[in-house]
């Protein structure tokens, strides 16, 4: 056991068991007795209360989470930054990483890897909104619970954008699988290094691999600056054009490439949820990335050498000293340097491009110049005009067109939507020109929808692609506010973005309650279930109904109900009497006593009663019936008040609500 199980924090929370272990951090669950929940606290480890960086980082973790509200970002609750002990107190999370639900999964189908994406970018909107950059976006920092929900952890080396701009000045800077080129090479970082990395993170759900894999950090890190990653749809075809497009330009080496912006990037996944048969068709200028060495002679002069560990993160020299194996300064020793080695690729272009120069500069003889402008044409950009126009155009005719075609939702049948090479740009006469022509809008299978909810089923036909106008009719079988049918039908085919329309049930036809109340019961249930209720009957007292009628039905005559609905008949079980059984003990003694019950002060009943000495003997009064209301019983003995009872009939309770003693006559003395 740990030293901190079973133990209580501050007095309130109460270690329940370790459930996590990270570089600078143990996790447990707890019990906070005051708030009456299960919590997860991180604790610093003893190792690092001495070090300044690692109390930086954890304490910026705590301040990063405590500005952000969201449903898909862990809360904090707690924190606490003690000499000896520094925790933070977060939302339990019943669930596993993303992680390792990839690796139980393998490849997740792409329709669930977006319900996951879509969940990370509205945390990482929000927490922009904020000003802070997560910069450690990783399947590792994504919890996901059982319901599918998403959480986004561990903020440890977030940073306040209008703080902080270099992560040169950061000494951990996240897991180099995923970091964005910009943030490998040490360049200013804002929310669009988050964005690569939730690319990256999608690209590994939908193809069930990283983009970029090599037996060392560095080596993955160079792949980062400089490599195209292998296209998704190249590992798995059935991954859609879309998609595909999405994730590479979430992915794009350029930031101002990439989505500038979480939303936006939503805004292309709902609209490809929508209809998963669109695409984007987007360009990409490929701008020249300058190299850097980073290593001590160009690093920030406030900043050691950044290097990686075996875990594929970035840390310094400081922390690697102070945390590796106990080694130091000396520790370092066998950690490579990032090389950026962009300069040496540029040389190779430059060195192909002179050598293609000469060589078919030396073919063609003469002023090699001259000939290749003689020989070269603008290249119009031709997407927007109709195939017939160009087909038909004079000044046309030095390119060789090859004619491709393709659906598209946003061309008319007949329009160019796409050109290679692209528009705008000198080419040899006669090249050949791919021109991909829009065939129409796709046709899409209409899904049968009926028995779905309203809102389930056109939401179902929208993200189709179809618009959809609903109309209501009633229906003997189908439920209000549920799915009939469509026009046209299920199973046919419709072009995208056309009119279906979409029947909902009102329900069954509506019938009016008849008036029954008088009726006998049985002409009662005949009359109701010919106009198609179904009845049910409840007996009630009712002074001024006979036993057998109608008294009223619910709902109440001339209310419109479905068909099939039930009325319920309240039937009179007519007068309800209630009877009072009354016994009075009578004192002890050796004479004859006149007894008189008196009802509301007339005369009920007369008797003689001889007392005994020794015990006491009872008088009991004849039953008292009544259905309704409050009577007064006084009993007399020899015309001494003796007891006085009051006799509720309408709950048929019965209470002796006076006492008195009696006292027998003199001796010498008749009772008559």
């Known amino acids: 056991m740990d030293k901190y199980t079973g133990k209580r924090l501050d007095g309130r929370y109460e270690i329940q068991e370790l459930i996590g272990v990270g570089g600078m951090a143990v996790v447990y669950k707890a019990y906070d007795t005051i708030d009456d929940r299960t919590v997860a606290i991180k604790i610093l480890k003893d190792e690092f209360l001495g070090n300044q960086e690692f109390i930086r980082r954890f304490k910026n973790e705590s301040k990063a989470i405590a500005v952000l509200d969201h449903p898909n970002i862990v809360k904090v609750y707690d924190v606490s930054f003690g000499d000896r002990l520094q925790y933070i107190v977060m939302e339990y999370i019943d669930g596993i990483s993303l992680k390792e639900y990839l690796n139980q999964q393998k490849e997740i189908r792409w329709k669930e890897a977006l319900h996951f994406t879509m969940q990370i970018l509205k945390a990482l909107q929000h927490a922009h909104e904020k000003g802070i950059i997560h910069r450690d976006i990783k399947p590792q920092?994504?919890?996901?619970l059982q319901d599918g929900t998403i959480k986004v952890t561990d903020f440890g080396i977030a940073r306040f954008s209008h703080s902080e701009t270099r992560t040169m000045t950061d000494k951990a800077i996240g897991s180099v699988h995923y970091i964005a080129p910009e943030q490998a090479r040490g360049d200013l970082t804002d929310d669009k290094a988050d964005i690569y990395s939730v690319g990256v993170m999608l690209y590994e759900m939908i193809t069930g691999q990283l983009p970029f894999e090599a037996d060392n950090a560095v080596s993955v890190a160079?792949?980062?600056?400089?490599?195209?990653?292998?296209?998704?749809?190249?590992?798995?075809?059935?991954?859609?054009?879309?998609l595909e497009e999405i994730t590479l330009k979430a992915m794009q080496k350029t930031p101002s490439q990439r989505y500038q912006s979480a939303g936006e990037m939503m805004r292309d996944i709902e609209a490809f949820r929508q209809n998963p048969l669109m695409t984007f068709n987007y360009h990409y200028d490929h701008e020249e990335i300058a190299s850097k060495y980073v290593d001590a002679t160009t690093a920030d002069s406030t900043t050691g050498p950044i290097h990686y560990d075996d875990d594929f993160e970035y840390i310094d020299d400081e922390i690697s000293s102070q945390s590796k194996n106990g080694k130091g300064k000396?520790?370092?020793?066998?950690?490579?340097?990032?090389?950026?080695?962009?300069?040496?690729?540029?040389?190779?272009?430059?060195?192909l491009g002179?050598?293609?120069y000469f060589l078919f500069g030396s073919m063609g003889g003469g002023n090699t110049s001259s000939q290749v402008s003689g020989d070269e044409v603008d290249l119009p950009n031709f997407v927007g005009q109709k195939l017939a126009d160009i087909q038909n155009n004079e000044e046309y005719k030095n390119f060789n067109f090859t004619i491709e075609t393709?659906?598209?939702?946003?061309?008319?049948?007949?329009?160019v939507i796409s050109q290679n090479p692209s528009g705008s740009k000198k080419v040899k006469a006669n090249a050949q020109i791919t021109l991909t022509v829009s065939s129409g809008k796709s046709q899409i299978k209409i899904t049968d929808v009926s028995n779905m909810t309203e809102d389930t089923a056109k939401s179902t036909l929208e993200r189709l692609g179809f618009q959809v106008e609903v109309k209501r009719e009633t229906s003997e079988n189908i439920s209000s506010g549920y799915a009939i049918r469509t026009d046209p039908q299920a199973g046919s085919s419709a072009e995208h973005g056309s009119s279906i329309v979409l029947y909902v049930s009102s329900g069954r036809s509506q019938i009016k309650v008849t008036d029954v109340s008088g009726w006998t019961q049985a002409s009662a249930e005949n009359a109701l279930k010919s106009a198609g209720f179904n009845v049910q009957v409840q007996e009630i007292n009712d002074e001024n109904i006979a036993k057998g009628l109608v008294v009223r039905t619910d709902p109440?005559?001339?209310?419109?109900?479905?068909?099939?609905?039930t009325v319920t008949l309240y039937v009179s079980k007519g007068t309800a009497n209630k009877t009072a059984n009354i016994t009075v003990t009578l004192p002890r003694g050796s004479n004859t006593v006149n007894i008189i019950a008196q009802l509301d002060n007339a005369v009920y009943n007369t008797a003689q009663q001889t007392l005994s000495p020794n015990q006491n003997v009872s008088y009991q009064v004849p039953p008292i019936t009544a259905s309704s209301g409050t009577k007064t019983l006084t009993i007399t003995l020899d015309g001494q008040t003796y007891a006085v009872y009051t006799l509720n009939f309408d709950d048929g309770t019965w209470k002796q609500t006076g006492s008195y003693t009696y006292v027998p006559p003199q001796s010498g003395?008749?009772?008559?």
Do not use: H
């Not at 920092?141 to 996901?144: D, V």
């Not at 393709?406 to 329009?415: I, K, L, P, Q, T």
């Open 354 to 356: 002179v050598g293609a």
């Open 222 to 242: 160079i792949m980062q600056l400089q490599a195209d990653p292998k296209p998704p749809r190249d590992i798995n075809p059935t991954i859609p054009i879309g």
């Open 141 to 144: 920092n994504i919890m996901l």
């Open 556 to 565: 109440q005559a001339d209310t419109s109900l479905e068909k099939g609905s």
């Open 669 to 672: 003395t008749t009772n008559d």
């Open 330 to 351: 000396d520790g370092n020793k066998n950690k490579i340097p990032i090389i950026v080695v962009s300069c040496l690729a540029a040389a190779i272009a430059i060195a």
């Open 406 to 415: 393709r659906e598209s939702n946003d061309a008319e049948e007949g329009v």
